[in-house]
């Protein structure tokens, strides 16, 4: 699988990718003026997060639009957790507790790309260790399939993502990427690990995927944000479960290179979250929006 990232240089040969998140101080903008960008700001729980989305007029894949989701998701979940502290409630997840690895991840395909494209890019060694742990996890999980009890049963949606989690967590298959109770691409981990706390203690974890009573809630998220941003644009309503995530990339090259205006990338993904606001959240609000 190749990986292409497409970059400008400005004149003092910084390298910016095709679509990333503006700086505070609208940084990237100033620098390079060509470049367009598009801010919003939200409102998470009171608390104001301006956000700037920056990019350049080319042409940019699926998976350019995931290191910016990543930092919208990062800023959105710092800003909760800083007032969870502030509080005085405790967020009990922390290095070496890995219970919510053993649940099921599913990721938008320009997640799958991205990190299909981050493990390729990696050393000889450690590619071919998560490659194999992919292919072992990957085929485990598709030989439960078949005994699945959810399978061909009349169930609503909502019940049968739930029994899809509860079968999932009942295999205790392990996530492929996870090694000595720590994750292996942790700089490169999906939107909803980085979503995903609990409060108080993370002992009640350990199998129980459904008791979400624990869990803090995220007033937007950014990972069902990207996987309607992804259906809207390939037409297709795809996510992927994680230890498929390889294995979908590489039978899908022509969908991780195809391109977009990134222009058309980054309004695809601004109207989804706006929509998301406006008809499901209460808590977040746009209160501008430039292009
Ligand atoms: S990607 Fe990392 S954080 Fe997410 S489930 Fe796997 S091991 Fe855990």
């Given at each position: 699988m190749a990986m292409i990232s497409e970059f400008v240089t400005n004149p003092a040969g910084t390298r910016f990718p095709t679509i990333m998140l503006e700086d505070r101080q609208g940084f990237v903008r100033s620098l390079r003026p060509n470049r367009r960008v598009v801010r919003f700001e939200l409102d998470i729980f009171g608390h104001p997060l301006r956000i700037g989305i920056s990019f350049a007029d080319r042409p940019a894949e699926l998976a350019e639009l995931v290191p910016m989701a990543r930092q919208i998701t990062d800023r959105i979940t710092r800003l909760i957790t800083r007032n969870l502290n502030f509080s005085g409630r405790k967020i009990?997840?922390?290095?070496?507790?890995?219970?919510?690895?053993?649940y099921l991840i599913a990721v938008s395909t320009a997640e799958a790309f991205c990190i299909s494209n981050a493990i390729f890019a990696l050393g000889a060694q450690k590619r071919r260790m998560l490659i194999r742990a992919c292919c072992i996890a990957g085929r485990n999980t598709i030989a439960s399939i078949a005994q699945n009890?959810?399978?061909g049963q009349d169930t609503d949606q909502m019940d049968t993502l739930q029994n899809l989690s509860d079968w999932y967590s009942n295999l205790s298959l392990r996530c492929p990427f996870l090694a000595d109770d720590c994750c292996q691409i942790y700089e490169y981990r999906p939107l909803v690990c980085r979503e995903y706390f609990v409060l108080e203690?993370?002992?009640?974890c350990a199998g129980d995927?459904?008791?979400?009573?624990r869990r803090v809630n995220i007033p937007v998220s950014i990972a069902e944000i990207l996987a309607e941003t992804c259906c809207k644009l390939q037409g297709a309503d795809n996510t992927v479960i994680l230890p498929l995530a390889i294995p979908y990339a590489y039978d899908n090259p022509d969908d991780a290179r195809r391109t977009f205006p990134a222009e058309t990338l980054v309004r695809t993904f601004v109207e989804t979250l706006c929509d998301n606001i406006y008809q499901?959240?209460?808590?977040?609000?746009?209160t501008s929006f430039q292009l």
């Open positions: 009990a997840c922390q290095k070496g507790c890995a219970h919510c690895c053993y009890p959810t399978t203690s993370s002992k009640p995927c459904a008791d979400s009573s499901n959240i209460s808590n977040v609000e746009m």
